[in-house]
């Protein structure tokens, strides 16, 4: 009797319009009621009342009260399972006997058909499944729970197509709701939604709406709050706006889901059929990537490096605030990335490439890039394979249309050609455009080579030990190897040749690292030896360079390097060779490349070179590498069989082991005795 004179209670509360605190108790109420209702009937009256109740409905309804409502019935449907497997006595302490989780469901379902609208229904369904789920999938036997789910997916696609119930609070819930259930749904469940409209749902809510992203708007409230402090170091304050704002965004009922939202939505990408929503989703997400590039250059922090942090912000600054910036940011390019390896995989395999839209498509995916690349670059998205995979296959696509792949890179080229940019947000997109460049050198003609790649590389070449540069650095020594072993650019390349090297001997080994100089020194030996239009025209031009090589490495440094600027390779040993040792590596490395007719006189040249290195340990990885190269197949078999000739017949190995040429030994029996020996 208790119970139902509660429930009266309830109900006519309900029927009054309440404050949104109001109505947040009586959801708490309904909540306990839930579970102790004995009569169906009474379950399927209190889900209808809360469903239509004034209360709840009568003003604009909140996205929080809409949770609430979800919760209400995740809550009831958990606590329900756990009495129903703890208790063993099925009857209340009144004599009623306790409802089945089945005989519950039915109730609440049954409540859901007295004329609520579809998006309603769409919660309840899912605050049953969510209970479900938190209790481990376990309670409702298996054709209670399919039809429980389908009933959901029917609620849901009602929902979207019914104009009149349309809001942006109810498009929000029923985002928030797919959010919580979808990967709960079978495939064939998933594929059953109604795509097409709730695609365009799920980029509004994610990206444009106020509980999600916003635009990015978030990022250029902050610079307002940046302020110098104390040591002429910029704090922004936790208790600042723009930090007030940056934790409502990264706490708010999207944001904080952000994962679950992009996954879905990329679902949702592989499934619609009309390319012109697929494009106009692709635009959207440009116009958000760009608006988040256009805030953070007005932002003061972009104006400090990464490098530089520590240096001009404040202790408070780097402990608090900056890291949550960046992990909302962080967010921002996963859920992007995440939508775009599903718009890329229906690229890559022809679904959406109409001869005309697949370099548009390819061009404005790399666009989307770039504008995100200030977050990217601080992360080593190297590592992530998803973004790998969305840039190379960008890349691949656009790299069949070389007109287009010209046109990109010059709307995207450095604004002030031949020089470094002061701004770190500009250095980073040279960083871009580099990395870029060199993967579409093949397809672009010399000019275009010429006027792009090799004048954007150029400044960058030669920087001493600056470590705010050390990726453009690196990306644009890649470039211009690019550029010289495409087999378009034969003039561009032997015109480039000599001050390439002339710079490669420069900075080696100050900036470039040893690992890095033997790779350009290998590529250009191999760049400039037959079959190489280049070595047609300039058939001395590897030897040159050998015979460079080997006259710095009598006058080099005998002192190990130590730790280079750039990075290793992980277990790469090459801290602890010299200059000397290193030299004669790159041109251990180059034997491989010459032609048979001067490879003779280099092999010489080696063995008698790595006696020159008189540290013992240097030397010995100096022959190990030699013998590696001519017996683990780096060598083509005319060349192989060459090399062994050579060792065993010609005295090769006997130079390089003793360091003695045989032709200078005198022919003498085993254990006789020289005219020079005094005994």
Same mark, same amino acid.
């Given at each position: 009797?208790?119970?139902?004179?509660?429930?009266?209670?309830?109900?006519?509360?309900?029927?009054?319009?309440?404050?949104?605190?109001?109505?947040?108790r009586l959801l708490d109420s309904a909540t306990n009621l839930l579970v102790l209702l004995s009569n169906p009937s009474n379950?399927?009256?209190?889900?209808?009342?809360?469903?239509?109740?004034?209360?709840?409905?009568?003003?604009?309804?909140?996205?929080?009260?809409?949770?609430?409502?979800?919760?209400?019935?995740?809550?009831?449907?958990?606590?329900?399972?756990?009495?129903?497997?703890?208790?063993?006595?099925?009857?209340?302490?009144?004599?009623?006997?306790?409802?089945?989780?089945?005989?519950?469901?039915?109730?609440?379902?049954?409540?859901?058909?007295?004329?609520?609208?579809?998006?309603?229904?769409?919660?309840?369904?899912?605050?049953?499944?969510?209970?479900?789920?938190?209790?481990?999938?376990?309670?409702?036997?298996?054709?209670?729970?399919?039809?429980?789910?389908?009933?959901?997916?029917?609620?849901?696609?009602?929902?979207?197509?019914?104009?009149?119930?349309?809001?942006?609070v109810i498009d929000l819930s029923i985002v928030v709701a797919l959010s919580q259930i979808f990967d709960l749904l079978d495939?064939?469940?998933?594929?059953?939604?109604?795509?097409?409209?709730?695609?365009?749902?799920?980029?509004?809510?994610?990206?444009?709406?106020?509980?999600?992203?916003?635009?990015?708007?978030?990022?250029?409230?902050?610079?307002?709050?940046?302020?110098?402090?104390?040591?002429?170091?910029?704090?922004?304050?936790?208790?600042?706006?723009?930090?007030?704002?940056?934790?409502?965004?990264?706490?708010?009922?999207?944001?904080?889901?952000?994962?679950?939202?992009?996954?879905?939505?990329?679902?949702?990408?592989?499934?619609?059929?009309?390319?012109?929503?697929?494009?106009?989703?692709?635009?959207?997400?440009?116009?958000?990537?760009?608006?988040?590039?256009?805030?953070?250059?007005?932002?003061?922090?972009?104006?400090?490096?990464?490098?530089?942090?520590?240096?001009?912000?404040?202790?408070?600054?780097?402990?608090?605030?900056?890291?949550?910036?960046?992990?909302?940011?962080?967010?921002?390019?996963?859920?992007?990335?995440?939508?775009?390896?599903?718009?890329?995989?229906?690229?890559?395999?022809?679904?959406?490439?109409?001869?005309?839209?697949?370099?548009?498509?390819?061009?404005?995916?790399?666009?989307?890039?770039?504008?995100?690349?200030?977050?990217?670059?601080?992360?080593?998205?190297?590592?992530?394979?998803?973004?790998?995979?969305?840039?190379?296959?960008?890349?691949?696509?656009?790299?069949?249309?070389?007109?287009?792949?010209?046109?990109?890179?010059?709307?995207?080229?450095?604004?002030?050609?031949?020089?470094?940019?002061?701004?770190?947000?500009?250095?980073?997109?040279?960083?871009?455009?580099?990395?870029?460049?060199?993967?579409?050198?093949?397809?672009?003609?010399?000019?275009? +080579?010429?006027?792009? =790649? #090799?004048?954007? &590389? /150029? %400044?960058?070449?030669? !920087?001493?030990?600056?470590?705010?540069? $050390?990726?453009?650095?690196?990306?644009?020594h890649s470039v211009m190897l690019a550029v010289i072993a495409a087999p378009q650019n034969v003039d561009l390349a032997i015109?480039?040749?000599?001050?390439?090297?002339?710079?490669?001997?420069?900075?080696?080994?100050?900036?470039?690292?040893?690992?890095?100089?033997?790779? +350009?020194?290998?590529? =250009? #030996?191999?760049? &400039? /030896? %037959?079959?190489?239009? !280049?070595?047609?025209?300039?058939?001395? $031009?590897?030897?040159?360079?050998?015979?460079?090589?080997?006259?710095?490495?009598?006058?080099?440094?005998?002192?190990?390097?130590?730790?280079?600027?750039?990075?290793?390779?992980?277990?790469?040993?090459?801290?602890?060779?010299?200059?000397?040792?290193?030299?004669?590596?790159?041109?251990?490395?180059?034997?491989?490349?010459?032609?048979?007719?001067?490879?003779?006189?280099?092999?010489?040249?080696?063995?008698?070179?790595?006696? $020159?290195?008189?540290?013992?340990?240097?030397?010995?990885?100096?022959?190990?590498?030699?013998?590696?190269?001519?017996?683990?197949?780096?060598?083509?078999?005319?060349?192989?069989?060459?090399?062994?000739?050579?060792?065993?017949?010609?005295?090769?190995?006997?130079?390089?082991?003793?360091?003695?040429?045989?032709?200078?030994?005198?022919?003498?029996?085993?254990?006789?005795?020289?005219?020079?020996?005094?005994?």
């Open positions: 009797m208790a119970t139902e004179n509660s429930l009266a209670t309830l109900l006519r509360a309900l029927q009054s319009p309440a404050s949104e605190q109001d109505a947040s379950v399927a009256l209190l889900t209808a009342h809360i469903l239509s109740a004034p209360a709840i409905w009568g003003t604009s309804a909140s996205l929080q009260i809409l949770a609430r409502v979800i919760s209400v019935f995740s809550s009831s449907s958990g606590r329900l399972l756990r009495s129903e497997q703890t208790s063993r006595f099925p009857y209340h302490s009144d004599g009623q006997r306790n409802l089945s989780t089945d005989e519950w469901t039915a109730a609440v379902a049954k409540g859901t058909a007295e004329g609520s609208p579809w998006s309603r229904t769409v919660l309840v369904f899912t605050g049953l499944l969510q209970g479900i789920k938190n209790h481990g999938g376990h309670g409702l036997n298996a054709r209670q729970g399919t039809k429980l789910k389908a009933a959901l997916v029917k609620a849901i696609n009602l929902s979207l197509r019914s104009e009149t119930q349309r809001s942006p495939v064939q469940e998933k594929m059953v939604l109604d795509h097409e409209s709730l695609l365009p749902m799920l980029v509004w809510a994610v990206f444009s709406s106020c509980e999600g992203l916003h635009q990015g708007y978030f990022l250029g409230t902050i610079d307002a709050d940046i302020i110098e402090g104390a040591g002429k170091k910029f704090d922004w304050s936790t208790k600042s706006h723009s930090y007030l704002q940056l934790q409502f965004t990264a706490t708010g009922p999207l944001v904080a889901v952000l994962g679950r939202l992009s996954r879905l939505t990329a679902f949702s990408v592989g499934q619609v059929k009309d390319v012109v929503l697929l494009a106009r989703t692709l635009q959207t997400l440009t116009e958000f990537s760009r608006s988040l590039s256009i805030q953070w250059r007005q932002n003061k922090l972009s104006e400090i490096d990464m490098s530089e942090e520590t240096m001009f912000l404040a202790d408070e600054t780097l402990r608090i605030p900056l890291p949550l910036l960046w992990r909302v940011l962080r967010s921002c390019l996963y859920a992007i990335i995440v939508i775009l390896t599903s718009y890329t995989d229906r690229l890559l395999h022809n679904d959406l490439r109409v001869q005309d839209d697949a370099p548009s498509s390819a061009i404005t995916i790399l666009k989307i890039l770039r504008n995100l690349y200030f977050i990217s670059s601080r992360l080593r998205t190297a590592t992530i394979s998803q973004y790998t995979f969305v840039y190379l296959v960008a890349v691949d696509v656009l790299s069949y249309y070389p007109i287009c792949s010209e046109a990109f890179l010059r709307e995207i080229q450095p604004t002030d050609y031949g020089v470094i940019p002061q701004h770190p947000l500009d250095r980073c997109l040279d960083l871009y455009f580099l990395n870029t460049a060199e993967q579409l050198a093949l397809v672009l003609d010399t000019k275009a +080579a010429s006027d792009l =790649l #090799v004048v954007a &590389a /150029s %400044p960058y070449l030669g !920087i001493d030990g600056d470590q705010r540069l $050390l990726e453009a650095f690196e990306a644009a015109s480039q040749f000599e001050s390439y090297t002339e710079v490669l001997f420069r900075v080696f080994p100050r900036t470039l690292s040893p690992r890095q100089f033997r790779v +350009a020194i290998k590529q =250009l #030996v191999r760049i &400039a /030896s %037959p079959p190489s239009l !280049i070595s047609e025209q300039r058939p001395f $031009l590897a030897s040159a360079l050998l015979e460079i090589l080997r006259l710095r490495l009598q006058t080099a440094s005998t002192q190990p390097i130590g730790s280079s600027i750039t990075s290793e390779e992980p277990g790469d040993n090459a801290d602890s060779m010299s200059e000397q040792a290193v030299l004669l590596l790159a041109l251990i490395d180059s034997l491989p490349f010459l032609q048979l007719d001067v490879l003779e006189d280099w092999l010489w040249n080696v063995a008698k070179s790595i006696h $020159l290195v008189r540290d013992l340990a240097m030397r010995h990885a100096c022959k190990q590498r030699f013998w590696e190269v001519l017996s683990n197949g780096e060598m083509d078999f005319g060349r192989a069989a060459y090399c062994a000739t050579w060792w065993s017949t010609r005295g090769g190995g006997q130079m390089m082991l003793y360091g003695k040429d045989i032709d200078n030994f005198e022919p003498l029996m085993s254990g006789a005795l020289k005219e020079s020996c005094k005994l």
